[in-house]
């Protein structure tokens, strides 16, 4: 476990009480916060809710091809046996697939696209690389949830991130509804940090990426936070792009509907924000879970024009 001091202890004996937050929202400063495509009432409405939501960023032609290559990956043997790919609790089927970004050339491209990177620079005010790429997948009448967490809880106590300065780019492949399981934030929740109780297993994340038990939340605070803020779950067409904050509490229900919803997830961290020891773990997870040895600032690749979306602009 890390000897450095622990700003967000959690993974505790006995309850704690929340603890404001001690890192910035928007982590650009002074004149440096506007450089970037994102204009204040953005940034205004980020610092404000923890996330960003652009309805139809990419058009469905655009994603079709991920998706596609998202089933080949599906009949692949090999990947499926591999200790990336994590299959559903109940029905057996892909729950998640890591480290996307190292399997495949186009979504390696994707992360690289000159406005997600521009907006993901300027809100955390440095040069970025991939802390973790997956895509979640939950296949219809049979897709399972996910409870109520903070990513950052779960990367701060097993995989040693110091602060709170990474975002998550979660692109829907699929569309988003009111049946298939939609993300769920409550706005505001990343102001402050919830302490879990109940102490990190070893190998906790094998049985947490099924169905997380640690690391959740407790319902009190759950509760003032979503009395507080509500609950919003963003909801919109294939090629639609949520941008939101590492702290910010979110969960999913089970898809009850017959269409399917894959999501990718490309957490970027800030360059100045590597991973130290597990603040509340006893061993580091693996690479595909949270980086370590690639941690190289990402550059632009902005000669793959397909991928090119119609704008930055979030919707109210």
């Known amino acids: 476990m890390s000897d450095h001091l622990d700003l967000y202890p959690s993974r505790l004996k006995a309850y704690r009480k929340p603890i404001p937050r001690q890192d910035p929202i928007v982590h ?17 409405r980020y610092e404000r809710d923890g996330y960003l939501w652009f309805e139809g960023f990419f058009s469905k032609d655009i994603i079709e091809p991920f998706f596609e290559e998202l089933k080949a990956m599906a009949k692949d043997d090999e990947l499926m046996r591999s200790d990336q790919v994590i299959t559903d609790p109940n029905s057996g089927a892909i729950r998640s697939v890591f480290g996307m970004h190292h399997l495949s050339e186009r979504f390696d491209k994707l992360t690289r696209d000159p406005r997600i990177l521009g907006m993901v620079r300027q809100l955390l005010g440095s ?21 109520w967490h903070s990513d950052f809880e779960t990367w701060h106590a097993e995989d040693g991130m110091p602060r709170m300065r990474a975002v998550s780019a979660s692109l829907m492949l699929t569309d988003n509804n009111e049946f298939n399981g939609p993300l769920m934030l409550i706005p505001g929740s990343h102001r402050e940090f919830i302490p879990c109780v109940g102490e990190t297993p070893e190998y906790n994340w094998k049985a947490s990426l099924k169905a997380q038990k640690i690391g959740v939340p407790d319902q009190e ?6 009395e507080h ?3 919003e ?5 294939a090629g639609s792009l949520l941008l939101f904050e590492c ?4 969960a999913s229900n089970e898809n009850m509907s017959p269409w399917p919803r894959s999501n990718l997830f490309f957490v970027y961290n800030s360059v100045d924000n590597t991973l130290d020891e597990p603040y509340a773990a006893p061993m580091r997870r693996p690479e595909y879970l949270g980086a370590r040895e690639t941690v190289e600032p ?6 793959f024009p397909e991928l090119t979306g119609q704008g930055v602009k979030p919707l109210q």
Not at 298 to 303: E, F, I, K, Q, R
């Open 28 to 44: 650009a400063r002074n004149q440096k916060r506007w450089e970037g495509p994102l204009d204040e009432v953005a940034l205004s």
């Open 247 to 250: 702290n910010v509490l979110h």
């Open 229 to 231: 803020g509500g609950i």
């Open 233 to 237: 779950a963003p909801k919109g067409p």
């Open 127 to 147: 040069e970025v690389y991939i802390h973790q790429s997956r895509i979640n997948d939950k296949y219809g009448f049979e897709g399972s949830g996910f409870d």
């Open 298 to 303: 990402l550059s632009m690749h902005d000669d």
């Open 221 to 226: 605070a759950l509760a003032r936070l979503a």
